[in-house]
C-alpha cells in the first residue's frame, strides 16, 4: 500500500514586491502544491505577477499588524503543511526538496531553516513550515512577529537556506528600519516591558545608528527579565557597541564584562569583549578572550551572528596581538587560520609577509605578498611592501 504524499503550500504577504517575485514567488511556484499571497496595498504590478505565477492572491487592508497580515492568509491556506516567504526572500529548488523530505502525512512538527542575510551576512534559525492544524498554530506580535504552536511539538533542523536582501539598499533599510521603529514603540508589549520587544526597540535604534535612545532601550532590556539568553546576550552586546559609538568607554567594556560573567560559556560574549579590549589598546588581556572565543566559537543562530565571520576575525586580531607580543609561531597559526576562514580576503597573507619579514625571510614574505596581491591587484600596503622587497632591500619595513 503506498500512501500519498503529504502537499506543502506557500504563504506570502507582500506589499510592492514586483521587483523582487521573479526571485522570490517564481522559483518555487512550480514546485508547491498551493501558494496563498496576502497583498497589503500594493500599488505596482505586484498582484498581477503574483497571479500569473499562479497564485491565488488575498486582498487585505493594512492594520499596521504583521501576524494579522499572516494569520488571514494562514486561514486561507489548505495544505497539508504551509511554510512562509516574504517578496524579499528566496528558497531554492535544492532547498525546498530539502524541506519536504522531512515530511510525512500526520507529522506533528516545526521545521527550522537558515535564513542568510545578503549582504552583510548574518545568518539565524527561523521557524519556516508547520502543519496547517487551524487553532493550534498563529502568528503573534505586531511586529517581528513569532509564530507560536503546541510546545511539545518537536523541533527539527533542516539544512534549508532561504536568502533575504531586503535591507541590501541603504536608503531602503532605513526606511524599513524607521517603520518598524514606529510599530514597536505602538506595541502594547513594548509599553508593557516585556524582554523581546524592549530588545527588538533598542536592536533597531541601534541600526538606526541612533545611539542614545538605543542605549536607553537596551538598558531596559538588559534589566528585564529575559528567558532567552541568547537574546539576552545580544542585548548587551548592543548596549557595549552603542555605548563605544558616544565614547562611554568605561561603560562599553562594563556591559561587555557583564555578559561574560553571566554566560561564560558563551562564546559572542568573550569575542566581543576581546575585540573591545583591543580597540583600547588592551591587547593582552583581549588576546586571551579572543583564543577563548575560538574555542567556544562565536556564532549564535538564534539571532544571527555568522560564526564563520567572526572567527576570522577573532583569528585575525589574535595574529594581531601574537605578533605585536613577538610571538611569531602563535601569530603564524592565527593567521594561518584566518587564511583558512577567508580565502578570499588579502589581510591573512599581507599579516604572514610582515611576521615572515620580522623573521629576516624576506623570499617568503614576497610569496605571502604574491598571494595577496593575487586576491586584491590593488592592495596598497601589499604593492608598496613587494616593491620595496624588490628593490634589494628588506629586513625592518614591517607594521607590527
Known amino acids: 500500500m503506498t500512501f500519498a504524499a503529504a502537499t506543502l503550500g506557500l504563504a506570502m504577504i507582500m506589499k510592492n514586491e ?5 526571485r522570490s514567488l517564481a522559483p518555487v511556484a512550480p514546485l508547491v502544491d498551493e501558494m496563498v499571497v496576502v497583498d497589503t496595498g500594493s500599488t505596482d504590478q505586484s498582484i498581477e505577477l503574483a497571479r500569473a505565477l499562479g497564485a491565488r492572491v488575498l486582498d487585505f487592508q493594512w492594520t499596521d499588524d504583521f501576524s494579522e497580515a499572516r494569520n488571514f492568509g494562514l486561514a486561507a491556506a489548505t495544505t497539508d503543511f504551509v511554510f512562509w516567504l516574504d517578496g524579499d526572500n528566496s528558497l531554492s529548488p535544492e532547498g525546498l526538496a530539502e524541506l519536504r523530505r522531512h515530511l510525512s502525512p500526520g507529522l506533528k ?13 548574518d545568518r539565524l534559525w527561523q521557524k519556516r513550515v508547520w502543519p496547517n492544524l487551524p487553532g493550534l498554530v498563529r502568528w503573534e506580535g505586531r ?14 533542523a533542516t539544512g534549508a537556506e532561504i536568502l533575504h536582501w531586503g535591507y541590501a539598499e541603504p536608503v531602503s533599510a532605513r526606511q524599513k528600519g524607521e517603520r518598524n521603529l514606529s510599530l514597536l514603540l505602538n506595541c502594547p508589549e513594548t509599553r508593557a ?15 538606526l545608528r541612533r545611539y542614545p535612545e538605543a542605549v536607553l532601550w537596551l538598558s531596559r532590556a538588559a534589566e528585564a527579565r529575559a528567558a532567552n539568553r541568547p537574546l539576552l546576550g545580544h542585548t548587551l552586546i548592543l548596549l557595549s557597541q552603542a555605548l563605544g559609538r558616544l565614547g562611554r568607554h568605561p561603560e562599553a567594556e562594563e556591559a561587555a564584562r557583564r555578559l561574560v560573567q553571566l554566560e561564560p560559556g558563551y562564546g559572542p560574549g568573550h569575542y566581543h569583549l576581546g575585540r573591545l579590549l583591543f580597540e583600547a589598546g588592551q591587547t593582552a588581556e583581549a ?28 583569528a585575525f586580531l589574535l595574529g594581531r596581538v601574537w605578533a605585536g607580543q613577538g610571538r611569531r609561531g602563535p601569530a603564524r597559526q592565527a593567521f594561518g587560520l584566518a587564511g583558512e576562514l577567508a580565502p578570499h580576503s588579502p589581510e591573512p597573507p599581507f599579516a604572514l609577509a610582515e611576521v615572515a619579514l620580522a623573521e629576516g625571510a624576506a623570499g617568503e614574505a614576497k610569496g605571502y605578498l604574491e598571494c595577496a596581491l593575487k586576491l586584491a591587484p590593488g592592495h596598497r600596503r601589499a604593492r608598496d611592501l613587494y616593491a620595496f622587497l624588490s628593490g634589494g632591500q628588506g629586513g625592518n619595513h614591517v607594521r607590527q
Open 109 to 121: 512538527a516545526v521545521l527550522w531553516a537558515t535564513e542568510v542575510v545578503t549582504p552583510q551576512g
Open 193 to 207: 516591558g516585556q524582554f523581546y520587544w524592549l530588545y527588538q526597540t533598542g536592536r533597531t535604534l541601534a541600526n
Open 143 to 156: 511586529i517581528h512577529e513569532q509564530l507560536t504552536h503546541p510546545p511539545d511539538w518537536p523541533q527539527l
Open 18 to 22: 514586483a521587483v523582487n517575485l521573479s
Open 287 to 314: 588576546g586571551q578572550w579572543l583564543e577563548s572565543a575560538l574555542i567556544l566559537g562565536t556564532g549564535d543562530r538564534v539571532w544571527g551572528a555568522d560564526q564563520e565571520s567572526c572567527n576570522f576575525k577573532a
